[in-house]
């Protein structure tokens, strides 16, 4: 399991689910026992949508070093896991239709199950098991045109990311 510690206190805890997309975990676990989500914020908010987070950046065009396979059906991987509420995927570059192998580290929970068009597009690998209000707190925060946080406040930002469990 992993947990996200906010800036705020709160917590978010997430179970990867690593029989469904075992590359997509893996990399994520290694990047929390980095401390690379550490002091970086969810820079994507859409209420409705979903809260994208691990760019480094905080601009929503960083990464890691290293780029993964993408673990969904229209890259040849059958994965099971559906976008649902509280679902955690991977983002990557490109469209629908192009760059399936370049998730690195930016990821985005699911806020609403209308994110189920992107079963087959992008690699869900895990779901929160608690903090889904804390979640939701994130989700409220005001944006400007670009979905942008517009003020980086407590509740947006990784003070530490960790592994509690494996």
Known sequence: MIRFE?????TIDIELCKEDAPITAA????????????????????????????DPTGTGTGGSQETIRGEFRANGIDNKLSHRKGVLSMARS???????????????ICLDDSCKSLDGYYAPFGYVKNGLDVVDSI??????????????????VIKKCSVISE
């Open 139 to 156: 989700a409220a925060v005001p944006t400007d045109a670009g979905d942008y946080p517009r003020v980086i406040s407590d509740n947006v």
């Open 94 to 108: 490109g469209s629908y239709t192009s760059g399936f192998d370049t998730a690195s580290s930016q990821f985005f």
């Open 27 to 54: 990399n994520f676990e290694k990047l929390a026992k980095e401390g690379f989500f550490d002091g970086t914020h969810f820079h994507r908010i859409i209420p409705g949508f979903v809260i994208q987070g691990g």
């Open 6 to 10: 906010m800036q705020d206190g709160n």
